[in-house]
């Protein structure tokens, strides 16, 4: 078998532990996020995530994506580090940005995040949705592209 000439080892190794977390649906949730944690996305801490089945995480660029504590992201999500610039006219001009989920967020079932943003803490993003934007801190977003739909009441 030929790998391209952008498919380093660590990348090889990256995309078959991402592959062993994403599809099998024996692992429980807290283990697949300690199997991202070693393919390179950081978690504040892993122990407190779930992550379901079927995520996907840009695999380019893991580095890049950082996911805060009790986060729960449901399963078909897709986070990416890398996006393409529509104000140019080929396919050459990839641009990387960091992605930052906060802490207490709760991502729906088929969301894909794909620019570099932020999501606040204790921000919940409906199924279904597409991130192009910043989300503020305890807002409840949805949509295609996400719409505000409100904020939330925070009880203690």
């Known amino acids: 078998m030929i790998l391209k000439k952008d498919y380093s080892l660590k990348r090889v190794f990256r995309k078959f532990i991402f592959l062993i977390a994403s599809k099998f649906p024996f ?7 300690y199997l991202f944690k070693t393919g390179g996305v950081n978690f504040s801490n892993p122990k407190t995530c779930f992550i379901g089945q079927n995520v996907y995480f840009d695999d380019l660029n893991p580095g890049l994506i950082s996911i805060g504590s009790n986060t729960i992201i449901t399963e078909g999500t897709r986070i990416l580090s890398h996006f393409l610039d529509v104000n140019y006219n080929d396919f050459d001009h990839q641009f ?17 995040i794909v620019k570099p943003v932020s999501i606040g803490d204790g921000a919940i993003i409906g199924a279904n949705s597409v991130i192009t934007k910043d989300i503020p801190s305890y807002t409840i977003w949805g949509g295609n592209p996400a719409k505000f739909i409100k904020n939330r009441e925070i009880t203690k």
């Open 27 to 33: 692992i429980p949730g807290k283990l697949r996020a």
């Open 96 to 112: 990387t940005g960091n992605v930052c989920v906060g802490d207490n967020v709760f991502i729906g079932m088929n969301t894909v």
